[in-house]
């Protein structure tokens, strides 16, 4: 590989020290409620805001398509559209369903170990994986998804305890899972939307078991929901969930969440704000947040028709963690491994020059804070940041 260019003077993080008074210990945490006032009061573990750098892996049946975007099948069977639906029709029997992906996805070369170095090589300090998107397939052997899985399905194998044993035992990352609340076609789910959600059927007998087996079985330090369905957070009972989750589950005292556990909780309650996608606010929030992006600017999942023009350059990728670290926020880089287990030449090249950068800065990226003003306007690439001593982040700043 040849050596990259790097971001040079043009873009900088001017970092000044600052010397912070930890607040006042209140004594051993109380048992948290199941209630956003409760809940919201937690403090955010503090290796979270000290990492500032991870890296998110969508990876799933989509991954066999790999057209548009991994929600294929909305766009081919909901939206119908035109692009999507002449896809199939050019390289798909007429009668070939979404499910008929699920034994083609067979991650054949998929080396744990791999991603792991790949990882370790970033400078990524946490790992986040789709352990289940919208289309329902997970990537374990869930006892709740019948043979909808990877262990019954497709590669037969359980890859979300391949990869948290790699990272764990190779790298200094945090293992983190990424989990979508909602199913498209799941008909339980679809039952209950019909109903203006006044049945709970598809979260009592799917999903909430599923996160319980999930945190007790891998032990995610980062729990990542996505996908309310437009349902509101008391028909997923999310805060049921979260206060056993912090309060009783073997993660309770590391684990971090985000923000979307139900219509209405975006960007309002959680351990961490998302927002939205993509979300770059480009000054300082009171409250700890995060800015889950793209490598490749137009999907999330790996797309084989995209151009070299439709990923981020390092140079943007590196501005766009200068930014959000100066604002106080964490980066989650995303990439989107191919259907046989494969990272991709430019994914994994972008990956080891954020490494490469970050090997010469990251002293002014790690375990740093805000300063009281983020940007230089005279010269509009500068981005300040701060250091800070033994000062716990309470998830406001």
Not at 8 to 36: K, Y
Not at 46 to 74: C, L, N, Q, T
Not at 108 to 115: R, S
Not at 241 to 269: M, Q
Request: hydrophobic share 40%.
């Amino acid at each position: 590989m040849r050596s990259p260019k790097l971001p040079g003077p043009a873009l900088a993080l001017l970092v000044l020290p600052l010397l912070l008074r930890p607040p006042g210990s209140a004594g051993g945490p109380a048992p948290f409620d199941p209630t956003w006032e409760s809940l919201d009061a937690r403090q955010l573990p503090a290796w979270f805001d000290k990492a500032k750098f991870g890296i998110f892996i969508h990876w799933g049946v989509f991954s066999v398509p790999s057209f548009g975007s991994e929600w294929f099948w909305w766009y081919w069977q909901k939206e119908k559209i035109p692009a999507y639906v002449d896809f199939m029709k050019n390289n798909y029997p007429p009668d070939f369903t979404y499910e008929d992906f699920g034994p083609l996805f067979t991650a054949k070369f998929f080396d744990a170990n791999q991603w792991a170095d790949i990882l370790q090589a970033s400078g990524a300090k946490y790992v986040v994986l789709t352990s289940k998107h919208h289309e329902g397939f997970t990537l374990w052997g869930s006892e709740y998804s019948w043979t909808w899985n990877a262990v019954d399905e497709g590669p037969k194998r359980d890859i979300v305890k391949e990869l948290a044993v790699a990272v764990r035992n190779r790298t200094d990352l945090r293992f983190g899972l990424y989990y979508s609340l909602f199913e498209w076609f799941h008909p339980l789910f679809l039952e209950d939307e019909s109903s203006s959600f006044q049945k709970r059927q598809y979260p009592v007998s799917k999903m909430l078991p599923e996160l319980y087996e999930l945190v007790n079985k891998y032990q995610p330090e980062v729990l990542w929901a996505d996908g309310d369905g437009g349902a509101p957070d008391t028909y997923w009972k999310s805060v049921d969930f979260l206060a056993w989750l912090y309060n009783e589950s073997p993660v309770r005292d590391t684990v971090v969440t985000n923000d979307r556990w139900g219509a209405g909780s975006i960007c309002k309650h959680g351990g961490y704000y998302t927002c939205s996608d993509r979300y770059n606010p480009g000054h300082l929030l009171p409250h700890k947040w995060e800015n889950c992006m793209t490598i490749d600017k137009f999907s999330w999942g790996y797309r084989r028709n995209a151009g070299i023009s439709d990923y981020l350059t390092i140079e943007e990728l590196v501005k766009q963690l200068v930014q959000t670290v100066s604002c106080g926020g964490n980066l989650l880089m995303n990439i989107g491994p191919t259907r046989d287990g494969t990272i991709s030449a430019i994914f994994e090249e972008r990956l080891r020059q954020m490494g490469i950068w970050l090997k010469v800065n990251g002293e002014a990226i790690y375990e740093t804070c805000a300063w009281r003003s983020q940007n230089d306007t005279v010269t509009p690439d500068v981005w300040l940041n701060s250091w800070a001593m033994d000062s716990p982040f309470t998830g406001h700043l």
